[in-house]
């Protein structure tokens, strides 16, 4: 594993322990050459999954594309880190225990909505709005109403 704060190839684990229950391994590394101490996550590596996007090109998944815009919908709301990274965790959950190779974004995509629902309002639709691409102030107020409607009756 390459230090990433001098590049230098030789680095040794000063702690491993499972995290994640128990889905992943932390290990706490340290540079022989710095001396800098930083922290690696590995997890299993599952079905190679390919994302059918809307134009039905494929692309090889990536887990940094949706916590990028859950971050960019989250800007300035009280959501930690902590809680985006449960967020993906959930969605990687539901995406890879269907078994199958491929998942179209519009799957990834309404599980975020869904899992951004719960948490925080403004930040689903904020994520909402460019994932549906909304056209005008309208269609904001329609998704609002919405949300207002569904909260009148809880």
Known sequence: MKCPFCNAEDTKVIDSRPADDNTAIRRRRQCESCGQRFTTYEKVET???MVIKKDNSRVPYDRSKIEAGI????HKRPISTQQIN???DEIENEIFSNNEREVP???????VMQKLKAVDQ??????ASVYREFK?????????GKLLKSQESK
């Open 71 to 74: 971050v960019r919908s989250c």
């Open 86 to 88: 449960q967020i993906v």
């Open 136 to 144: 005008d102030i309208n269609t904001f107020v329609d998704e609002i």
């Open 47 to 49: 079905i190679p999954m």
């Open 105 to 111: 974004t519009s799957q990834i995509g309404e599980l």
């Open 122 to 127: 403004v930040a689903y639709v904020r994520f």
